[in-house]
């Protein structure tokens, strides 16, 4: 079974940055293409970035330019970089498979106020 472990969460001011980290357990990570996910108050689960097994990576239009999501295959390990922080980027945030998508994590609380 595939399990996630978010972190690295916390409150920043506008403009600041943050780094989540995501733990996988799985057998062979380099196979899965990986999601950063995110679900505000009242609002529906939405997928922020994503990025296949070869490093292709692509990102909603909202934080293109800002958020990053590099990926360690040795380490099973897969990070959401977040520059120049909004607002409106306050949501929790979730890694999980691009694909089919399942099995949800805790999550990681991301606040953004001055």
């Known amino acids: 079974q595939v399990q996630f472990v978010e972190s690295g969460g916390g409150l920043v001011q506008p403009g600041g940055s943050l780094k989540l980290s995501c733990a996988a357990s799985?057998?062979?990570?380099?196979?899965?293409?990986m999601g950063w996910y995110r679900q505000a108050p009242g609002k529906q689960r939405e997928l922020v970035a994503r990025?296949?097994?070869?490093?292709?990576?692509n990102y909603a239009d909202s934080v293109k330019g800002r958020f990053t999501i590099p990926r360690d295959n040795t380490k099973k390990m897969v990070y959401l970089q977040m520059n120049s922080l909004k607002p409106e980027d306050t949501a929790v945030y979730y890694c999980?498979?691009?694909?089919?998508?399942?099995?949800w994590g805790q999550g990681t609380q991301v606040t953004v106020s001055s």
């Open positions: 999980n498979t691009y694909y089919s998508p399942d099995n």
């Open positions: 799985v057998r062979i990570f380099n196979m899965y293409a």
């Open positions: 990025i296949s097994g070869d490093g292709t990576t």
